[in-house]
């Protein structure tokens, strides 16, 4: 309750109200009250020693901490986190194009598909890579839930098989309820740092697979999880998976782009295999984002050049966007300037789009 203040004498007993607890009645164990924060100086921080970076894949995955692999619905998140596993137990490059730097064993907890352990069943039956005899362990609708009792679950089992990646799918289905009127941002907060910690203590790294919020569409891809601000702050990066805009509901094709706290970004264009169940590389870079456009320039000119004029008046955008896209395209590497106002796909695209038609 407030102190309401009418005289002079009325200041102690607020003096009262406000002293601090006596030594034994703290919040520390054992009693007492709490160390009293220390600063750092500046040469203190110069003399810090900062942990050396590794990755555990190349361009995608760090060797340990916690990072959110998130997507629309359906759009392959557990196809990929499937093949990262397989490819960290093989050893195999992720995709025949990123090098697994620290193989090693690998769990799945699939929390989200009731039939799940049948689902991952499916994707190592056709594995291009033989899944005989790898390192990897399946959880199936386990009895826990993100807390004290999950940690100490996790971590035990991390230190079982000395476990290089974990993959969590889904953090909606491994998080307990919400107490009513309880503090979501803290308690959100609290779930991440905790897998955060783990993966750091036991040198692993924490991938929980997530969804996309629907209140976040047209947002960038980097603010879509669903939660509080503590969803992305909390953890040491993100992975996210998605459809290309416009594409068709048939449409092989995805882009994945990679964000880590240490890391630099990375974004790829990936095709769906059905006879593998899992994905291949197209082409990577900064031009993957504008993949659509890039295939519909091909249609237009196939290998041949283009003037700015000629690509607005075949693909109808207004005369400014061409431009800028073009400068885009050409920042990024995708185009190629010629001599009298020419453009053409640059050869890697060229490549990537003709295997495309192919296929």
């Not at 069943?121 to 033989?130: I, L």
Request: with cysteine; hydrophobic share 40%; glycine share 10%.
């Amino acid at each position: 309750m407030p102190s309401k203040i009418y005289a002079e004498p009325d200041l102690d007993s607020i003096g009262q109200d406000w002293q601090l607890p006596p030594e034994g009645n703290g919040t520390e164990p054992g009693g007492g009250m709490p160390e009293a924060p220390v600063a750092l100086s500046v040469a203190d921080i110069l003399a810090l020693k900062a942990p050396e970076q590794r990755v555990l894949i190349e361009k995608v995955l760090p060797s340990r901490g916690a990072i959110f692999f998130a997507g629309a619905h359906k759009t392959g998140k557990t196809v990929v986190a499937v093949q990262m596993a397989i490819s960290v137990a093989s050893g195999h490059p992720f995709m025949e194009n990123y090098p697994v730097r620290e193989p090693g064993a690998v769990i799945i907890v699939e929390q989200d598909d009731p039939a799940g352990g049948i689902s991952v069943q499916d994707y190592f039956k056709v594995s291009p890579v033989p899944v005989t005899g790898l390192p990897i362990s399946t959880f199936v609708r386990i009895n826990h839930y993100f807390g004290p009792t999950f940690s100490a679950w996790l971590t035990a089992e991390i230190k079982k098989v000395n476990a290089r990646a974990v993959i969590l799918d889904s953090y909606t289905a491994l998080r307990p309820g919400r107490e009513r009127g309880g503090d979501l941002v803290k308690a959100e907060s609290d779930e991440i740092t905790q897998l955060n910690e783990i993966g750091l203590n036991c040198n692993c790294l924490i991938l929980p697979l997530h969804h996309d919020s629907k209140g976040t569409f047209g947002m960038d891809w980097s603010d879509r999880l669903p939660g509080t601000y503590a969803m992305g702050a909390g953890s040491d990066g993100q992975i996210h998976i998605s459809r290309f805009r416009d594409s068709l509901d048939d449409a092989k094709e995805r882009i994945l782009r990679v964000r880590t706290r240490h890391g630099e970004d990375h974004q790829m264009v990936i095709r769906f295999r059905k006879s593998t169940l899992d994905y291949e590389l197209v082409f990577d870079g900064p031009a993957a984002c504008m993949f659509p456009e890039l295939q519909q320039i091909h249609t237009e000119f196939s290998n041949g050049t283009f003037t700015p004029k000629e690509l607005y008046q075949a693909t109808g955008l207004p005369r400014a966007t061409a431009f800028r896209l073009l400068a885009r395209l050409r920042a990024a590497g995708a185009v190629t300037w010629r001599t009298g106002g020419n453009y053409s796909l640059a050869t890697e695209v060229l490549i990537a789009l003709q295997g495309r038609v192919d296929a």
